[in-house]
């Protein structure tokens, strides 16, 4: 009986240890073959019409573009291309980053011999490979209390506060004068009933508004 053909994968890493033990664990399988490795986007970018990859493994800290604007130009020159973000950041940002640059699958480099190729079947399935601590995040992410007292930009705010930013980085990054976003805060304090930045975070981490 013939044997079906195996599925090209790219892969993007700069570590050359990981690149080459990822090699060694994806051609070890029966169903898939390494077309190329590269440490770099601009690279494997170069070589994409050549190479043909079906998967490609992409780290994100990368030298020169990073994997998520490398994800991005290889899904508009190869839509058909799918590409598993394997990193060791486990940032909910960063996830949503690579998701929205068209990623299909979000792994961590902890991921062991098994996850990575049940991630490429997964994808082959047509499915969404995720670590289970990611996957974790992503629903998380989701779930905001709906019956928060807060406003969507008081909300906005309150993240923003969360992330440490200042009344002046607030203020630019939602393009409000330092005045409203100070009178928004004090409404955010009013609703939660505390009196502090730590305590608000505290509160909205707890009663899950942010």
Same mark, same amino acid.
């Given at each position: ?8 994968? %790219? ?26 490795? +590269? ?9 994409? =019409? ?6 490609? #493994?992409?780290?994100? /800290?990368?030298?020169?573009? =990073? ?14 291309? &799918? ?9 909910? /940002? #960063? ?10 699958? +979000? ?7 098994? *996850?990575?190729?049940?991630? #490429? ?15 974790? %995040?992503?629903? &998380?992410?989701?779930?905001? =209390? ?52 730590? *305590? ?6 707890? *009663?899950?508004?942010?």
């Amino acid at each position: 009986m013939a044997l079906p053909f195996k599925k090209r994968v %790219m892969i993007v890493e700069d570590d050359q240890e990981i690149r080459n033990s990822f090699v060694l664990i994806v051609n070890s399988s029966q169903k898939f073959m390494v077309v190329n490795s +590269y440490g770099s986007c601009e690279e494997a970018i170069e070589n994409l =019409n050549r190479d043909k990859p079906e998967i490609v #493994l992409m780290d994100i /800290e990368l030298p020169g573009m =990073n994997g998520i604007q490398g994800s991005k130009v290889i899904k508009d020159k190869s839509p058909h291309t &799918d590409v598993i973000m394997v990193t060791v950041y486990e940032d909910s /940002e #960063l996830v949503f980053e690579a998701l929205k640059a068209g990623a299909s699958g +979000y792994i961590t480099k902890s991921a062991n011999y098994m *996850e990575l190729l049940s991630a #490429l079947d997964e994808i082959v399935k047509g499915g969404a490979p995720m670590s289970s601590r990611i996957a974790r %995040m992503v629903i &998380d992410n989701f779930h905001v =209390n709906p019956n928060s007292p807060l406003t969507k930009r008081e909300t906005e705010i309150l993240q923003l506060i969360a992330e440490g930013k200042t009344y002046t980085q607030i203020s630019e990054e939602l393009f409000i004068s330092k005045e409203t976003a100070k009178t928004h805060i004090k409404n955010i304090y009013s609703k939660l009933q505390v009196n502090s930045k730590s *305590e608000a975070i505290a509160k909205a981490n707890l *009663e899950k508004l942010i």
